[in-house]
């Protein structure tokens, strides 16, 4: 067996992408900004990773030939299992992100994309992560996960090891009634599925949005089907799905519990952009770290830690500060056993919507 086996906690293949953010005036716009959903699921991962477990997060970085040099010195700051192509005949992919009123964010590719896929991890160590999260359309979750398990099954040394979780995160903008179908069968190839409640309810055409909060019992109904339906191989899966300032709904056989954000004031939100792939790296943390737990029991657990994970996503522009204390990691100042601690005492005084 490889000795790397084994050694990955997580892999995603979200995009790594270079932000500019734009501003109502007069504030000013910022540029080279960490971003995309491979970096905030990997930033989900590594708040919960302290070296050298942070070694186990994997993701990949295509670096163009105008690639920040600042850029480089964070992510080797984290200290994680990255792997870094260099791609000197492109640039790499950036994005330009608008903000209008109401928290609107329009967005746009300004560089092409570059869009991972299994053949990224082929002959690496990221093909034998324990987890891994894929943000795409129905269809193109089925293929991934099954080249994935084809590419790992290919190997002798792939019957040592339990199969990996797969964490789905649909892609907003295929969220549709057309896809439905689609969603009923990719539901089967993964363990967890993790949309926003506009995605969980435009895949039926409902709005789920309440004046002051989500539809929680619409929310919870609409899971019911896809549970019905059957989630994962063996119909054991689970659902998580993320409301912004409302929380998130866990639900799998047997279970049903909304747990709140962990910030209960707007003013502390500064950009949420990127806090639904940093949950989910905090959650694929939660599910495999354990290894004695089997698939999505702790998905409970693992939702709290997606939701912390999320808390630090979002109180900056861009990626959270990280610092090393005699005390060991903050981030923004904050030890993460802190944090975690004050969220679960909170806990056990939340009512259920």
């Known amino acids: 067996m490889p000795d790397y086996a084994g050694d990955i906690d997580f892999c995603t293949l979200g995009m790594f992408i270079i932000d500019e953010i734009e501003f109502p005036a007069p504030k000013p716009p910022v540029k080279d900004i960490l971003g995309g959903a491979g970096s905030y699921s990997a930033l989900g991962a590594r708040i919960f990773s302290p070296p050298p477990r942070s070694k186990a997060v994997g993701w990949v970085v295509d670096c163009g030939s105008d690639f920040p040099h600042e850029l480089r010195e964070t992510i080797a700051q984290w200290d994680t299992g990255v792997l870094i192509r260099e791609t000197p005949h492109r640039l790499t992919t950036r994005g330009w992100n608008g903000y209008g009123e109401n928290e609107h964010r329009a967005f746009r590719y300004t560089t092409p994309k570059l869009r991972l896929d299994h053949q990224?991890?082929?002959n690496t160590q990221l093909l034998w992560s324990k987890s891994f999260h894929l943000i795409c359309s129905p269809l193109r979750c089925i293929d991934l996960v099954e080249n994935i398990l084809a590419s790992r099954n290919q190997s002798v040394e792939t019957a040592?090891?339990?199969p990996p979780l797969f964490i789905w995160e649909p892609v907003p903008d295929?969220?549709?009634?057309d896809e439905l179908t689609n969603c009923f069968n990719a539901l089967k190839h993964v363990d967890v599925v993790s949309p926003n409640h506009s995605e969980l309810g435009g895949f039926f055409g409902v709005n789920?949005?309440?004046e002051d909060h989500v539809d929680y019992r619409s929310i919870e109904g609409l899971c019911e089907q896809w549970l019905e339906s059957g989630i994962g191989s063996k119909g054991e899966g689970?659902?998580?799905?993320?409301?912004g300032k409302d929380g998130c709904l866990v639900a799998r056989q047997g279970l049903r519990k909304w747990l709140p954000a962990y910030h209960q004031s707007a003013n502390k939100v500064v950009d949420p952009t990127g806090g639904g792939n940093g949950f989910l790296g905090g959650l694929a943390m939660g599910l495999?770290?354990?290894?004695a737990a089997a698939g999505v029991d702790t998905l409970e657990e693992a939702a709290v830690w997606g939701t912390i994970a999320a808390s630090f996503a979002i109180e900056q522009i861009g990626m959270p500060a990280l610092a090393h204390t005699a005390q060991g990691e903050t981030w923004n100042n904050v030890r993460v056993g802190d944090r975690l601690s004050e969220f679960k005492e909170r806990l056990g005084r939340y009512v259920q919507p």
């Open 208 to 210: 789920i949005n309440g």
């Open 288 to 291: 495999v770290r354990d290894d």
């Open 120 to 122: 990224a991890l082929i």
């Open 174 to 177: 295929l969220c549709t009634p």
């Open 160 to 162: 040592f090891g339990r």
């Open 238 to 243: 689970g659902i998580v799905v993320r409301a």
